[in-house]
């Protein structure tokens, strides 16, 4: 399991549907691929009482914690070629 962590000032916005179109877009690709459920029980895009968070980040940080959900046989990068870098 990997681990991001930021930290910094983060504000309550009015949400933008366009703006969260676009963060979907990125993180999900093109609309026709996007999963219905999520769409319409998570996202919500239209919902009128929908915010988005802003975050001015102040630090960025990431941790391996697969060894500690895992153990050391099943920790994360993968001794096996599983087409993963592990970045070293």
């Known amino acids: 399991m990997l681990h991001l962590g930021l930290r910094g000032a983060a504000t309550v916005e009015p949400m933008s549907p366009d703006r969260f179109k676009r963060l979907l877009h ?19 895009i239209e919902h009128p009482d929908g915010r988005m968070i802003r975050l001015a980040p102040v630090s960025i940080f990431t941790n391996n914690v697969s060894f500690f959900r895992t153990g050391p046989d099943l920790a994360w990068p993968p001794s096996v070629d599983d087409g993963f870098r592990s970045g070293r």
Do not use: S, T
Request: charged share 20%; net charge negative.
């Open 26 to 44: 990125k993180y999900l690709g093109p609309e026709a691929d996007w999963n219905a459920w999520f769409i319409d029980n998570v996202a919500q």
